[in-house]
């Protein structure tokens, strides 16, 4: 059975830090390009960031250029989402998901790419408040 399971979430004050982990079981992440989205209460879902399979550019939604930073770890099968000046804006639950693109070195983080991605995490919630 393909799982995707998130963890690191919580509550955390403007301008902290969380650092949020998309663990795989029953398959290798490698094989994936891995996205991070985000849903906010009474909002669409929105493309965060994404790591291509292999080599190509982490893409990242203008909103959180330069906060935060996506990485992968082969071998614990498990990407990573580091989250610094944190805003309230920030404040949703943060979805990780598996898909293959067209080519290993792409990886685009929009809702029109949603599709491409067949494998979600249950969601991890993270609230930013003082």
């Known amino acids: 059975q393909l799982q995707l399971v998130e963890s690191g979430g919580g509550l955390v004050q403007p301008g902290g830090s969380l650092r949020l982990s998309c663990a795989a079981s029953g398959f290798t992440l490698d094989n994936y390009a891995i996205a991070w989205f985000r849903q906010a209460p009474g909002k669409e879902r929105e493309g965060v960031s994404c790591?291509?399979?292999?080599?190509?550019?982490?893409r990242y939604t203008d909103s959180v250029e330069g906060r935060f930073t996506i990485s992968r770890d082969n071998a614990k099968n498990t990407v990573y989402l580091q989250m610094d000046s944190l805003k309230p804006e920030d404040t949703a639950v943060y979805f990780c998901?598996?898909?293959?693109?067209?080519?290993?070195?792409?990886?685009?983080?929009?809702?029109?790419?949603?599709?491409?991605?067949?494998?979600w995490g249950q969601g991890t919630q993270v609230t930013v408040s003082s």
């Open positions: 790591i291509p399979r292999t080599g190509g550019r982490t």
């Open positions: 998901a598996a898909g293959t693109f067209p080519h290993p070195t792409m990886c685009v983080p929009t809702i029109e790419a949603i599709p491409l991605f067949d494998s």
